[in-house]
């Protein structure tokens, strides 16, 4: 249990959490030095974390030189986990359900992604793949080296802990998985469908059915003992529509899809190639 100054004076705090890809990092993964310095400066007084489709890896890869105070929403709220690789919670599908999730995409001749927990204690994941890949998957793949944990499989087949399984692909193709997927298992499982920006493609991702951002949000909000009201979130894509009902500020970037600029409180003027969250934090302090 939090001591009680802790939890009060945690309580009183603004909280802000942002989505990484296109909302927070630049079109190149980075994150410019003039948004670090805004960020950290709220970090003295704010509780500031991020919630991503992204493996701890790569995340902590991003932000370097970033202040995060907070758990970190990662793996699309499959894994709640510290900077210092504290797991606070995991959502993960078990060997037998993704085996059968992955036997029944073969039937569509499209082999997933699959992103696992390999072991807890140093929080190791695992990027796994077919040697049967689409061009898509290719051009995703050219962006990781070998020390990103990869692992090519020959007919490729679930672990133990699976945080989730992804399909990239035309978006007729995708679409259709999704129905087959949806018809077969049903509520059973969390299904994103939605454009993925970098390869021009769609991703199908499937995880645990309370895998998402805002069971993430709500599993920070209970570690730090903060109030949702005074939570300010930023996003992008499908994947933060859930979190922006929890919030009390939910905020999506000008280049945002347009479902996710309905579903926000504000709307910015600028993207993420333009410092758009940092600008907004600017703002607020000027104001």
């Known amino acids: 249990m939090l001591p009680l100054f802790f939890c009060y004076t945690t309580f009183m705090k603004n909280i802000y959490i942002t989505d990484l890809d296109h909302t927070f990092l630049q079109n190149d993964l980075s994150v410019s030095d003039y948004t670090k310095k ?61 085996d059968t999730i992955i036997e029944e995409g073969w039937k569509f001749g499209i082999y997933p992604f699959l992103l696992a927990l390999e072991d807890e204690k140093s929080l190791r994941e695992s990027f796994v ?6 061009r898509y998957q290719r051009e995703v793949l050219s962006r990781y080296s070998s020390a990103d944990n990869l692992q090519t499989e020959d007919g490729i087949r679930a672990k133990d802990e699976n945080f989730k399984i992804v399909y990239m692909g035309e978006e007729e193709l995708l679409r259709e998985l999704y129905e087959h997927f949806l ?95 940092a600008k907004y934090l600017e703002g607020l302090s000027n104001g």
Not at 71 to 98: F, H, N, Q, S, Y
């Open 129 to 134: 793949h077919d040697k049967v890949l689409n």
């Open 183 to 277: 018809d077969k298992f049903g509520d059973s499982i969390k299904y994103i469908l939605a454009p993925e920006t970098y390869t021009g493609c769609y991703f199908l991702t499937i995880l645990h059915k309370e895998a998402d951002k805002s069971h993430g949000i709500k599993s920070v909000s209970e570690a730090m003992g903060f109030d949702l009201e005074k939570l300010t979130v930023f996003g992008d894509n499908f994947n933060d529509m859930g979190m922006f009902e929890l919030a009390g500020t939910s905020v999506a970037m000008n280049n945002a899809q347009p479902e996710v600029k309905e579903a926000a409180d504000i709307i910015l003027g600028h993207t993420n190639e333009e410092n758009g969250v």
């Open 38 to 98: 805004i960020w950290n400066s709220y970090a003295k007084n704010s509780i500031m974390s991020i919630a991503t489709a992204r493996t701890y890896m790569k995340t902590a890869q991003f932000l370097k030189g970033v202040e995060i105070n907070a758990p970190m929403i990662l793996l699309d709220g499959a894994l709640i986990a510290t900077v210092d690789k504290k797991i606070i919670e995991t959502k993960t599908l078990g060997r037998d359900a993704t």
